[in-house]
């Protein structure tokens, strides 16, 4: 087990630098620089901003130097937020993208499961066609649309949310239902293909020979086979729920770090980006072995594997 | 069994998919979308770029069938030239990925041993990557171009063929009548497009009919970002966002683009379902 | 393993507890393509203590009889149509889905065919074994995993008693069908329903199996019913044969009766298609030898003739040498062939017998070079085999091929028969024209007993051994001399198997074609072969003539072999 983390670890270095080298020369390669929007600048004041940060040396310096700065866990100073670190801003922003990324997967889960269960159960009647044409519909309805539609029917019309900002509990509700519903969906057509698959197996006819009631066979025999397709793409949703919650993010002018991500990179705040970047990726690498070790956890088989 | 009565699975399968109503009711939905964006530019009296000052934000009525908008250009026009937009990048960059995921599938599953986990692993690391992002940075960095665009979609996209390509490989190519084909003296570019190929093409309609409706999401994220493609032209996402902002004051601004969208979406996936379980007659049984 | 000879007994005739009476049962299917009936009228009893052999070929209907017992069919796409299924006074039929969970497991047990995909792989054995007597509150937890560990001590599973939280992957297949065993013998029901139980296992396992459940069973006083695809291993152990064919019960006697005076045509040929070691026929009778299937008339009885194959003056035609063949695997390279050597003679058929897992599927193919082989020497006609080559490589696959066990997986799906049977001939330049080709295509489906009307059609439109019959004309179109066949009758039917059986051994006659004849079943393996070489561990542990193997074996596994066969199974006579 502990063979296992490590290794994965210790694999996520060259990932982490592969991606690292390619988001540096990408943004280095590009036309315009994170001084050059401003024309109000003055040439000499441009120079003296760039030999700050390190701009006038060599390219592949300033990629050794930032290699070196990042092996220290220095994600160096934001361009365009004079005096704020990267990991600063890191800092403040990203438990506002985690508060979101957490409840809509709450959400997503509480409304999925249920659903997808109920849905292979009741194959075929109303209750498998209802939720499974609903969640057919919350695929096809992208984030962008429902926020604004949820907004003129709970905030415009209704009252009862604010439409915007990220103050309190209150302004939770209409972004991370926007974002979770989405995702319950998924959650939800997952669950029952999963469960359709395992409700077929051999196993679970043995159950019913040996006399077990629905409700044990459900909850005992075929559940925790049935979960494992939502467990794997668990990981993935999660990242998605993340890094892609910057639309919702903007729709409700939420300060989160997918905005804060989406700015930096219309600036060209170079360190911003990079440091933004790597630290997703690092957040994908970690959940997708917490997936992995959950998997285990409840598979007996992969549990032996690693 | 009569000699007459034999059919291919091809035929086979479009029996099947013929009936699966939900999945007939898509591709007509489909074809109608299709056909309005190709034609609805070219039918309608104004062009997509033609401002009218004095008749701005006008609900649907005779002259403007789906409204104006703020400058006001006819969203008649706007809608279906962008549905051309959209349309075009969802199956260019599904063609991208399918021809790249397909081929690095194919080779990496067929040779298999140690190039087949390297290849693998690679795909591994890009999986990785916060493709979302990295999408994003190009397009902010090298600017708003629809052929990089959809170039960057196609090979976000490449992974998951690539992968369901590679294991579809590896199943077939254990199978005995593969086996056979190498035991009878075929060469492996024989075995690769005679055999392997027509066999993986199931799967392969089946998740490239479902990769259209994610290309076409990711595009109108962008879109929605400022990042799509730049006004005066439209895309059902750039058009969704404009009429986002102005819900209170033109509803129909966000009605019309996003019911095309949400239409096309719901019919591709419902498509993509139908041939699912029409090219494989084992999942129809759910 | 002794043959226990039935015993005839005369319970009374009343309605007693553990006494299953089915009356004119009747299941149909309702599938896309029509209503298929699968039970069609069946009257069938057990008493107590008896143990019943319910045999049938796939499509019988003998496992729907079996499972609607237990209402375990799924409804849809099965309907049960009509009948009565008394059990001590109650129509299991006509029961509340509670009251039909109060009965199974707990009056009526269950174990089935496969036990690798039987046993939940999230929950431990132990526990499985243990929750039959939690459901039905017969134990609380603690006492029910007691009781669990007794019963599985009893079946042999040891390792469940030493290590309480293993999971089913950890056991073999044998191990697990024993874990199915205690499983349902743990509540000590009265009746317990077998569904092909051993029929996914080795033989020599088979065996152990087979006995402990005879053993348990008895000690119990557990009636059985047994279902069985092998009339002989249904003869091991039951005390009355029911046969079934098409939906209906053909015949059903005591065991004794039914080997010894079968009344049905059908049954008659059920007995004779079989190879049995004991017997040296050229041809085997079938079915369609004692009836016509579609008339249900009874055929005259072809005579058989018996063998003249004079094996020291043919030369040699495959050499093998040593072989080792290795696969990597994650805790280092695992032996699959470990220095195997054979000689097979032309003309004749070398026979490769052994249990799965033994290596004789690896061998086979690292012969045609389908598998890379890591030392040793493969000498064709004296010559070692190259790829390296075109030429080489050309010649040697127009004269060697193979046939594989599925012919389901062996023909490419989307090539129709003419498609697949003209293509080697393209590669390998045969045939002076398309129309040369077409006429040498339609020959050949006539030598494997297809007509020119099949040319355009798909394998999925064809039955079983009707693809096993394109399989070997398509490695017929090369016109090789020698050719693999790998378990190619495995998946059979024995009435379809004989028929594959009798077309290949015409099709060496008049071709004077080589096989190297790969399986599991020591019976088929003598009917077909000249010599036999018998492989353990990938290694050949024994090698000689057919009939020499067979009487004086002279290694202890190959006994061992021997003896796991079922006594019917090796001679014909048995009974009479």
Same mark, same amino acid.
């Given at each position: 087990?502990?063979?296992?983390? $490590? ?62 700065? $990042? ?41 999925? &499961? ?36 949820? &907004? ?7 009252? +009862?949310?604010?439409? $915007? %900002? ?73 990242? %998605? ?42 957040? &994908?690498? +970690? ?20 | ?27 007509? /939905? ?28 006008? #609900?649907?009525?005779?002259?403007? /069938?789906? #409204? ?14 962008? #549905? ?48 979302? /992002? ?56 024989? /075995? ?65 683009? #996003? ?28 | ?6 015993? =005839? ?261 059920? =007995? ?83 249990? *799965? ?25 004296? @010559?070692?085999?190259?790829?390296? @080559? ?19 997986? *062996? ?94 051994? *015409?099709?060496?006659?008049?071709? @004077? ?64």
């Amino acid at each position: 087990m502990k063979k296992f983390v $490590l290794s994965r670890v210790l694999q996520a270095i060259p990932t982490l630098w592969v991606i690292a080298t390619l988001t540096f020369f990408m943004t280095r390669f590009a036309p315009g620089g994170p001084f050059d929007a401003e024309k109000a600048i003055p040439q000499e004041i441009k120079v003296k901003l760039e030999s700050h940060f390190g701009l006038d040396r060599p390219l592949f310096d300033q990629y050794l130097l930032y290699l070196k700065n $990042l092996l220290r866990g220095d994600l160096g100073p934001s361009f365009k937020y004079p005096g704020w670190e990267v990991s600063e801003l890191i800092a403040t922003a990203f438990p506002v993208s985690l508060t979101l990324g957490v409840l809509s997967l709450g959400i997503a889960l509480l409304i999925g &499961i249920p659903a997808g269960i109920i849905a292979a159960l009741r194959k075929n009647t109303w209750l498998d066609y209802l939720p499974m044409s609903l969640s057919m519909a919350g695929i096809c309805l992208p984030t962008f649309v429902l926020g604004p539609l949820l &907004i003129y029917i709970f905030s415009t019309q209704l009252g +009862l949310f604010p439409p $915007l %900002g990220w103050y309190g509990p209150a302004d939770w509700v209409l972004p991370s239902f926007t974002l979770g519903l989405f995702y319950a969906a998924y959650v939800a057509r997952l669950t029952r293909a999963g469960m359709l698959e395992t409700l077929q197996q051999d196993y679970v006819r043995t159950a019913r020979a040996k006399g077990a009631s629905p409700w044990q066979v459900v909850t005992k025999h075929a559940l925790r086979g049935g979960l494992l397709p939502v467990v794997t793409y668990l990981g993935p949703a999660f990242a %998605g729920l993340i890094s892609g919650s910057f639309i919702i993010e903007s729709i409700f002018f939420i300060p989160g770090l997918g905005k804060f991500f989406v700015t930096a990179a219309f600036n060209r705040d170079y360190t911003m980006v990079l440091g933004t970047v790597l630290f997703y990726a690092a957040l &994908i690498i +970690l959940l997708n072995l917490l997936v992995d070790l959950l998997q285990a956890w409840l598979d007996p088989k992969a549990r032996q594997a690693q | 069994m009569s000699v007459e009565k034999s059919s291919s699975l091809g035929k086979d399968a479009w029996l099947r998919l013929r009936a699966n109503r939900m999945a007939m009711i898509s591709l007509f /939905i489909l074809m109608g979308i299709i056909l309005v964006s190709l034609i609805g530019p070219a039918i309608s009296p104004y062009a997509y770029d033609q401002q009218n000052l004095d008749r701005v934000f006008e #609900g649907p009525g005779k002259d403007h /069938i789906f #409204g104006t908008d703020n400058l006001g250009r006819d969203l008649f026009a706007r809608t279906t030239y962008g #549905g051309r937009i959209s349309l075009a990048v969802g199956l260019l960059a599904t063609l991208v990925s399918l021809v790249i995921g397909v081929s690095y599938g194919m080779f990496s599953g067929y040779t298999g041993g140690r190039v087949d986990a390297w290849m693998m692993r690679a795909v591994d690391v890009l999986y990785a990557l916060p493709f979302t /992002i990295f999408v994003i940075l190009l397009m902010v960095i090298f600017g708003r171009n629809f052929l990089l665009l959809f170039l960057a979609i196609g090979a976000v996209e490449w992974l998951t063929m690539a992968r369901i390509t590679r294991a579809q490989t590896m199943n077939l190519k254990r199978s005995e009548f593969i086996e056979a084909a190498r035991a009878l003296g075929y060469s492996h570019g024989r /075995i690769l497009f005679r055999h392997l190929l027509p066999n993986l093409i199931g799967p392969i309609i089946v998740y490239a009919t479902l990769t259209v409706p994610a290309v076409m999401l990711l595009e109108a994220v962008l879109s929605f970002l400022g990042l799509g493609v730049q006004a005066p032209m439209s895309s059902w996402g750039s058009l969704i966002k404009e009429g986002a902002e102005k819900m209170d004051a033109a509803p129909w601004l966000l009605f019309f683009p #996003g019911m095309f969208f949400c239409l096309s979406l719901f019919a591709l996936n419902f498509l993509g379902d139908g041939l699912r379980d029409a090219l494989d007659p084992k999942s129809s049984k759910d | 393993m002794a043959c226990v000879m039935p015993s =005839i007994q005369n319970p009374p005739k009343i309605k007693a507890m553990g006494n299953l009476d089915i009356q004119n049962l009747k299941v149909s299917f309702h599938t896309r393509e029509g209503i298929i009936h699968a039970v069609d009228g069946v009257d069938l009893s057990i008493k107590p203590g008896e143990i019943i052999g319910l045999v049938g070929e796939s499509g019988s209907g003998k496992s729907v009889t079996c499972n609607s017992i237990l209402q375990l069919l799924p409804t849809p796409p099965a309907q049960i149509e009509g009948g009565t299924i008394d059990w001590s006074g109650k129509d299991l039929l006509r029961q509340h889905d509670e009251k039909m969970r109060g009965i199974r497991g707990k009056e009526i047990s269950m174990i089935f065919q496969d036990p690798m995909s039987c046993l939940n792989p999230y929950l431990s054995v132990l526990d499985q074994v243990a929750e039959p007597l939690v459901i039905h509150g017969m134990a609380s937890p603690t006492n029910a995993r007691k009781q669990a560990c007794e019963m599985l001590a009893r079946v042999g599973v040891q390792r469940v008693v030493d290590h309480p939280h293993a999971y089913p992957h950890e056991f073999s297949g044998g191990m697990r069908q024993r874990a199915m065993i205690a499983m349902a013998l743990v509540t000590k029901p009265s009746l317990l329903l077998a569904d092909e139980p051993t029929t996914a296992l080795d033989v020599t396992v088979q065996a152990k199996v087979l006995n402990i459940l005879k053993e348990l069973c008895t000690d119990l006083g557990v009636s059985v019913l047994f279902v069985s695809h092998d009339l002989g291993l249904v003869a091991e152990l039951a005390d009355r044969v029911v046969v079934m064919y098409r939906g209906k019960v053909v015949e059903q006697n005591d065991t004794r009766s039914i080997f010894s005076n079968p009344q049905h045509p059908y049954v008659k040929a059920l =007995i004779a298609c079989r190879p049995t070691l004991e017997s040296n026929p050229v041809h085997l009778p079938t079915v369609e030898d004692f009836m016509n299937p579609k008339t249900g008339k009874c055929q005259a009885l072809k005579k058989l003739e018996s063998p003249s194959l004079n094996l020291d003056s043919q030369e040699t035609l495959l050499e093998v040498q040593d072989l080792v063949v290795e696969f990597p695997t994650e805790d280092g390279p695992v032996r699959a062939v470990d220095g195997a050597s054979l000689t097979i003679r032309k003309g004749s058929t070398h026979g490769l017998v052994g249990e *799965s897992g033994s290596g004789k599927t690896t061998l086979g193919r690292s012969i045609l070079q389908l598998t890379k082989v890591n030392s040793g020497k493969i000498l064709y006609q004296g @010559n070692a085999i190259s790829l390296e @080559n075109i030429q080489d490589r050309t010649r040697f696959r127009k004269s060697m091929q193979i046939i594989f066990q599925d012919p389901y997986a *062996s023909l490419n799906p989307r090539l129709t028969v003419e498609q697949a049977l003209l293509e080697p001939m393209k590669v390998h330049g045969l045939g002076k024209s398309r129309k040369d080709r077409i006429d040498r295509v339609v020959k050949l489906l006539e030598e494997v007993g297809l007509g020119e009307e099949y040319l355009h059609r798909y394998p999925h439109e064809f039955s079983g051994g009707q693809r096993q019959r394109i399989c070997v004309a398509r490695a017929l179109t090369t016109e090789p001399e020698f050719i693999v066949c790998d378990e190619c009758v495995s998946a059979m039917d024995v009435s379809v198997q004989a028929q594959v059986l009798n077309l290949l051994r *015409s099709l060496q006659a008049s071709r @004077n074609l080589t096989y190297l004849f790969i399986s599991h079943d020591l019976g088929v393996v003598k009917f077909m072969s000249d010599e036999i070489s018998v492989m353990q561990n990938g290694k050949i542990v024994e090698n000689g003539l057919a009939e020499d193997l067979y009487r004086n074996p002279k290694s202890s596994y190959t006994r061992k072999l021997i003896n796991s066969i079922p006594l019917a199974n090796r001679s014909s006579d048995f009974g009479l």
